[in-house]
């Protein structure tokens, strides 16, 4: 038989690579976010044919180029900032609204827009939550002042001007754009046809990646996270529990398969501190749990690396820490996932796919375990005096409390 230990030589380099790719990709992701200041050039728009005081009397504001062929303008005077939003119009509504972490719940947005009777609409709404009932109008968090705002038609173009008395003025701040094909009926907001992110910047006027990129970014971020820690870390688990009479296969396999799923944990992760370093998202609880993953992730490797011999009498301790510390990993990121999606306010389709994917995978171990007790019952069974193999003997796990895989299978329901 191969001496599995032997395997465990290349690891250090696995390991030393993957701290690499990780530094690397950590500095890119500043390198990103301080290198994205490079502003183009606005249209030249005269405000004074077509708003009102004082929106037409304001000269020298900051202008950017923010989603498409929308513009962002604006100055600030003492505690006041007056924020102007141009965009192509034909009909329906317009929205600009303001985020603590990127997320489009919990946001205040101003959202102007022309009647059917010509009549100019522009209101503050509080987005509760993602369906239209839950966009309460003259509701939000936006300090407006006294000036009333307005919105206009110019050409092809809507604007929507107003003016927000703060004593902390923004800086980098995550912007949220949107438009609607239809008129709001009764003001109730129609859903919109399109939306972006962006996170603005106030003290410069450059806007950092806009909400393509993020969106993609973030979209990555979920995917390769269920992919390695709910599928792939998972499976490489559920062969070292129940193949272990396939020595050394099962070693092999779990190692790889492990790795791999590690390899896409890694990813996960700095996709995400690049999303953070990007869009400033306060998703405390999301991003703690995902490094104490990648951290007990981490020890895991180095248990691989630092894997005493059979005989070995602190092997007993070491199994105990190897498979518990892994359960635990798994368990924190099935709620993580969840977490996530919950904070990007994820749709149907991806709760139900990992719902789907997570429901598979604790069928198996269930089936599994199953299988595990009645060969177990089977073997008690026979008179003392009958031969058994010994690798048949190792066929199934010891009858102990049910792995990782049966702990947090409650998760799916709050999905």
């Known amino acids: 038989m191969a001496n599995s230990r032997s395997w465990t030589q290349i690891w250090p380099s696995f390991v030393r690579l993957c701290v690499l790719i990780f530094i690397l990709h950590f500095n890119t992701a500043l390198a990103d976010d301080s290198g994205s200041g490079g502003v183009a050039a606005c249209k030249n728009t005269n405000y004074q044919s077509f708003l009102p005081p004082p929106y037409q009397n304001i000269s020298h504001m900051i202008c950017s180029p923010v989603w498409h062929t929308f513009e962002l303008r604006y100055i600030k005077n003492g505690d006041t900032t007056t924020i102007i939003l141009s965009a192509p119009y034909t009909i329906g509504w317009i929205g600009i609204g303001f985020s603590k972490d990127g997320m489009m719940v919990g946001s205040s947005a101003m959202v102007g827009w022309i009647s059917k009777h010509g009549h100019a609409k522009i ?76 996170v603005f910047d106030f003290s410069a006027g450059s806007t950092g990646p806009v909400s393509h990129e993020l969106i993609q970014m973030r979209t990555k971020h979920g995917i390769l996270g269920i992919i390695g820690w709910g599928l792939i870390l998972p499976v490489g688990a559920i062969i070292a529990r129940y193949f272990r009479h396939k020595d050394p296969l099962w070693f092999y396999l779990h ?161």
């Open 255 to 415: 190692a790889i398969i492990q790795f791999v799923g590690f390899t896409f944990g890694l990813t996960t992760v700095v996709l995400g501190l690049q999303l953070y370093s990007k869009m400033h998202a306060h998703i405390q609880a999301h991003r703690g749990i995902g490094i104490f993953v990648l951290v007990l992730t981490i020890l895991q490797i180095f248990a691989l690396i630092l894997r005493p011999n059979k005989d070995s009498k602190i092997r007993k301790m070491w199994n105990c820490y190897h498979s518990w510390f892994g359960r635990l990993a798994l368990i924190f990121a099935a709620i993580n996932i969840v977490l996530g999606m919950k904070a990007a306010g994820a749709g149907s389709d991806w709760k139900i796919g990992y719902g789907f994917l997570f429901g598979i995978v604790v069928a198996a171990a269930i089936v599994l375990e199953a299988l595990a007790y009645l060969k177990r019952s089977e073997m008690r069974s026979l008179p003392p005096n009958f031969q058994i193999d010994p690798v048949g003997g190792a066929t199934f796990p010891s009858n102990q409390a049910l792995s990782f895989l049966l702990l947090p299978s409650f998760y799916v329901i709050s999905l």
């Open 123 to 198: 209101k503050q709404f509080y987005l509760q939550g993602r369906r239209p009932s839950e966009v309460i109008i003259d509701k939000g968090e936006l300090p407006l002042n006294n000036v009333p705002a307005a919105v206009a038609i110019n050409g092809a173009e809507i604007h929507l001007a107003f003016q927000l008395q703060m004593t902390t003025p923004f800086q980098k701040q995550p912007i949220l754009l949107a438009f609607g094909s239809k008129y709001p009926q009764n003001h109730h907001l129609s859903k919109h046809q399109d939306k972006t992110t962006i």
